[in-house]
């Protein structure tokens, strides 16, 4: 007989919010591997390039990417492709993130 065993909701959560950092640092990832894309973010952030790798350490600057990349339906599209999700699930996994950090949720359909 095989025992099923549900992790408690505080693991859940836990494992939601690795999830949503993960996801930024795809996003992060994807931004970086993209010129196009790069020159729109700094252009957008006001960032130098070379701030990047400190930014990038903190939960609110994944967050942020994961907004950039929401922002463009065709690039949202292509980023899900890449990490193998549905689009419809990059919302809802940025807002585990960021309500972690004390950011608002934003209403993406899930």
Same mark, same amino acid.
């Given at each position: 007989m095989t025992v099923l065993a549900f992790p408690k909701? #505080? #693991?859940r959560a836990a494992v939601s919010i690795d999830e949503g950092e993960r996801l930024g640092i795809d996003a992060l990832a994807f931004v970086a591997s993209r010129d196009e894309l790069v020159r729109r973010f700094? @252009?957008?952030t006001g960032l130098e390039a070379g701030q990047i790798?400190?930014? %990038?350490q903190k939960p609110t600057f994944?967050?942020?990417v994961l907004d950039f990349l929401l %922002?463009?339906?065709? @690039?949202?599209i292509?980023? %899900?492709g890449v990490v193998n999700r549905a689009p419809r699930e990059i919302g809802p996994?940025?807002?585990t993130l960021a309500v972690s950090v004390g950011m608002p949720g934003e209403n993406y359909p899930s």
């Open positions: 909701p #505080s #693991s700094l @252009d957008v790798r400190t930014e %990038a994944l967050v942020g %922002a463009n339906e065709n @690039d949202v292509e980023f %899900a996994l940025r807002n």
